[in-house]
C-alpha cells in the first residue's frame, strides 16, 4: 500500500537548537517528493522538490535530502519565526499524490 | 501578482444546503486540485483536472462534484449528500499534472451546522 508517514508528529526545539523531520514513504515508481510549511489557518507553502535518492536542495537554514525510502528536512540554527506545521508529499505512479500528517515545529526563544 | 485565490476564507451553511467554493488561479496552470485538511490529517484529494472541460475523481468525491469550463477555473461544490463536510478545504495547481510541485491557495473553512 502507498503511503507517507512523517515522524515526529510534534517537535519543540530552544531556538538555535538545529535537529532533522523525517518523511517515509512506500510507493510505486517515485516520480518526486514535495516539502511545504503550513502555517494555522493558511495554505502550504512550497519548499523543495526533489527527484531522485542522493539530491539534496538548501534554503536558508532548511536542507532538504531524499534516499530511496525517505527524506529528511535538517533544520539548522532554527528561529521561532521557523515554528509552523511542515508536510512531506509524494507523486507515484499514475500521477497520485499522498501526503503525511505532518511535523508540527514550534521554536522557542 | 501570479497566485491562487480561493473565496470566501470563512463559510457557514445550514446542513441540506449545497454550497460552491471558489477557486481561481493566474499562473497559466494546466493542472488544478482540490483537497480536504481535517485536524491531524493529511490533505487528502477530492478532485483533479489535468486540462480543461476534464476532471477525475481523487480518494474522497463521494459528496462533491466540480467542473473545469476555464483554466483559470476549478469551483468545488459540496452537496447535501457528504456527510461530513466541516473541515478547511485548499485548492492547489501545478505546471502539469506530473513531477511538479503544486501551489495552494489560502483555503476555505466550511462550517455546516
Known amino acids: 500500500e502507498d503511503q507517507v508517514t512523517q515522524s515526529p508528529e510534534a517537535l519543540r526545539l530552544q531556538e538555535g537548537e538545529s535537529s532533522s523531520l523525517n518523511c517515509s514513504y512506500t510507493?510505486?515508481?517515485?516520480?518526486?517528493l514535495f516539502w511545504y510549511r503550513q502555517d494555522p489557518g493558511k495554505g502550504p507553502e512550497f519548499l523543495f522538490t526533489?527527484?531522485?535518492a542522493g539530491e539534496e536542495k538548501e534554503k536558508e537554514r532548511l536542507k532538504a535530502t531524499l534516499t530511496k525510502k525517505e527524506s529528511f528536512l535538517h533544520i539548522t540554527a532554527p528561529k521561532p519565526e521557523d515554528s509552523a506545521t511542515y508536510l512531506c508529499?509524494?507523486?507515484?505512479?499514475?500521477?497520485?499524490?499522498?501526503f503525511g500528517s505532518g511535523t508540527k515545529l514550534n521554536v522557542k526563544p | 501578482d501570479g497566485g491562487i485565490t480561493q473565496s470566501p476564507k470563512y463559510l457557514f451553511r445550514k446542513e441540506g444546503q449545497n454550497v460552491t467554493l471558489s477557486c481561481e488561479q493566474n499562473?497559466?496552470?494546466?493542472?488544478m486540485y482540490w483537497y480536504r485538511q481535517d485536524p491531524g490529517q493529511g490533505l487528502r484529494l477530492i478532485y483533479y483536472?489535468?486540462?480543461?472541460?476534464?476532471?477525475q475523481k481523487g480518494d474522497i468525491a463521494e459528496g462533491y462534484s466540480v467542473s473545469r469550463e476555464k483554466k483559470e477555473s476549478f469551483p468545488l461544490t459540496v452537496t447535501s449528500a457528504q456527510k461530513n463536510p466541516t473541515a478547511f478545504y485548499l485548492c492547489?495547481?501545478?505546471?502539469?499534472?506530473?513531477?511538479?510541485?503544486?501551489?495552494f491557495g489560502p483555503g476555505t473553512r466550511l462550517t455546516v451546522t
Open positions: 492547489a495547481s501545478s505546471m502539469t499534472s506530473v513531477a511538479y510541485e503544486q501551489y
Open positions: 510507493v510505486s515508481g517515485l516520480r518526486g
Open positions: 526533489l527527484y531522485s
Open positions: 508529499a509524494v507523486q507515484a505512479n499514475f500521477n497520485k499524490f499522498y
Open positions: 499562473l497559466n496552470h494546466d493542472a
Open positions: 483536472s489535468q486540462i480543461v472541460n476534464d476532471f
